[in-house]
Antibody
């Protein structure tokens, strides 16, 4: 079964850091570009970041550039999102996703709450 | 970033109605435009890719069209199970989503 499972969410103070993980299973993880997408409570989808299948190419939304870092460990079938200098408006459910026609897959999401 | 806008942000329609949502990009996205459906508490589902191609298993009442900066998404005959929020998404330059259109039953 194809599955993406996020972990690492939680409550963090403004200015703090947090690392999300996404464990992939049921497919050849090392052949797919992967993404992070977030959704604030009651709000719309916001694309955050992507990484190439071999990890050498990354991209970020302007809102997180310089603060977030995406990475992956293909040996461990795991995607990461290192988040720093967190702000209240980063509060959201963070989804890892494989956005491929015919094989779109989303995780269940990890809630990140930035609050003092 | 390419900015995406959608209209309307909310619409109310009856079963059997034709529903159309528009999506505008801040620059040409060259047909690299997808449409997703999201129901409450669920992950988004890809319905239309590359402007007008129906994802496998998606009912034919859903369709998409457009070019350049202007795109449309249509449900030809609204069904109760279509009540959801719909998002356009471009991938010409990185990715970005529109703000969403919530479709409700009148």
């Amino acid at each position: 079964e194809v599955q993406l499972v996020e972990s690492g969410g939680g409550l963090v103070q403004p200015g703090g850091s947090l690392r999300l993980s996404c464990a992939a299973s049921g497919f050849h993880f090392n052949t797919y570009w992967m993404h992070w997408v977030r959704q604030a409570p009651g709000k719309g989808l916001v694309w955050v970041s992507r990484i190439s299948s071999d990890g050498t190419t990354t991209g970020y939304a302007d809102s997180v550039k310089g603060r977030f870092t995406i990475s992956r460990d293909n040996a461990e079938n795991t995607l990461y999102l290192q988040m720093s200098s967190l702000r209240a408006d980063d509060t959201a459910v963070y989804y890892c996703a494989r956005l491929v026609v015919g094989a779109t897959t989303w995780g269940q999401g990890a809630l990140v709450t930035v609050s003092s | 970033d390419i900015q995406m806008t959608q209209s309307p942000s909310f619409l109310s329609a009856s079963v059997g109605d034709r529903v159309t949502i528009t999506c505008q990009a801040s620059q040409d996205v060259s047909y690299y435009l997808n449409w997703y459906q999201q129901k409450p508490g669920k992950a988004p589902k890809l319905l239309i890719y590359d402007t007008s191609n129906l994802e496998t298993g998606v009912p034919s009442r859903f369709s998409g069209d457009g070019s350049g900066t202007n795109y449309t998404f249509t449900i030809t005959s609204l069904q109760p199970e279509d009540i959801a929020t719909y998002y356009c998404q471009q991938y010409q330059i990185l990715l970005s989503f529109g703000p969403g259109t919530t479709v409700d039953l009148k």
